[in-house]
């Protein structure tokens, strides 16, 4: 039981880190305001899947699935 509260805190930890850093990076970038709203949400949208997928192989880790 402590190994999937470990993986999960670090998946959040992970989650937050990959957003933070995406939306600090596009923040940065010299764009006008409508191209870095369009490119915050591009993403989030990746981010959004690279997430998911994270999580669907942690889920068959300890399921035992392959």
């Given amino acids: 039981m402590e190994d999937k509260n470990g993986f999960l805190k670090g998946l959040m930890v992970f989650a937050a880190g990959a957003v933070v850093g995406s939306v600090?990076?596009?923040l940065f970038t010299?764009?006008?305001g409508k191209e870095t709203r369009e490119k915050i949400k591009d993403l989030t949208g990746d981010t959004?899947?690279?997430?998911?997928d994270f999580i669907k192989k942690g889920e068959e880790l300890f399921s035992g699935k392959k």
């Fill in 48 to 52: 959004k899947e690279k997430i998911e």
């Fill in 24 to 26: 600090v990076a596009v």
């Fill in 30 to 32: 010299p764009k006008s």
